[in-house]
């Protein structure tokens, strides 16, 4: 792989998570609003943008049926993945809600031994293990800490996208084409969630709009940046470039929001990231 390949895909990836540490202040910043609807604004953007990605490069709308299952779990999961997040961005530290969303690759790590059958190695259950104890010091369980729940609820959104992920991939080594599967969750994402927009919705001004489109531009920017980077270069070589995430929305947080994450989330950062790290590092000695 070139050298200069691999520079863009490493800028391409920290665009991406650069783009997703903002939507997740912008989802914070449109107030007090339900997290369905502000999921709404971000999916309905997204599926515009796939769209058009779609009619440009003329592909098929059509989905052959051994696709069908994988796609169908991959909008369920990941329509839950982002009402969890969403939910948790709201309540907790951006920075701490997060952390706990990147969990998704170790979830994925346990869901393709599940659904997969592929074999777990010592080196990723301990990495594993390590991120799970990270997520113990982000979380903080006692019956003293209010911030409990959402923390609960920010750790069922990475498992919701980690299982989802692990249906990219399936179909993904089945050529199902990256437009297609994000418009097709975008607009199952939207739908789901019509009929409480119709029903429960709150009255916006015209800012809450304006920062939850530019929620769904920053959404869309992450996932076009981040399916670059994956041109340029392997996921083996790059993805740890990824968690530069939590560095953007902590300074985001501090800066906004006046947010300052106490030493056990530092902990935790620390010990989710180290296990990224050492993921990272047997991936690419294994060439994976």
Sequence with gaps: MKEENYMKGMLMIIASAFCFACMNVCVRLAGDLPSVQKSFFRNIVA???????IYRKHLCLRVEKQNLVPLAMRCIFGTMGILCNFYA??????????????????FAIIFSFLLLKERITPVQAGCVALAFIGCIFIVKPGFQNTALFP???GVCGGMGAGIAYTMVRILGTRGVKGPLIVFYFSVFSSIVVLPWIILEHEPM?????????LAGLCAAGGQFTITAAYTYAPARK?????YSQIIFATMLGFVLF????????????????????????????QGA
């Design 47 to 53: 599926a515009v943008f796939a769209g058009i990605v």
């Design 205 to 213: 001004t015209l800012r809450q709009l304006g920062i939850l489109l």
């Design 151 to 153: 923390a609960l609820i």
């Design 258 to 285: 006046g947010e300052i994450p106490d030493v056990f989330s530092f902990a935790g950062y620390t010990l989710i990231i180290l296990a990224s790290l050492c993921m990272f590092i047997y991936n690419r000695r």
């Design 89 to 106: 961005i709201d309540h907790l530290l951006v920075a701490d809600a997060s952390i706990l969303n990147k969990l998704s690759p170790f």
């Design 238 to 242: 790059i993805s740890i470039f990824d």
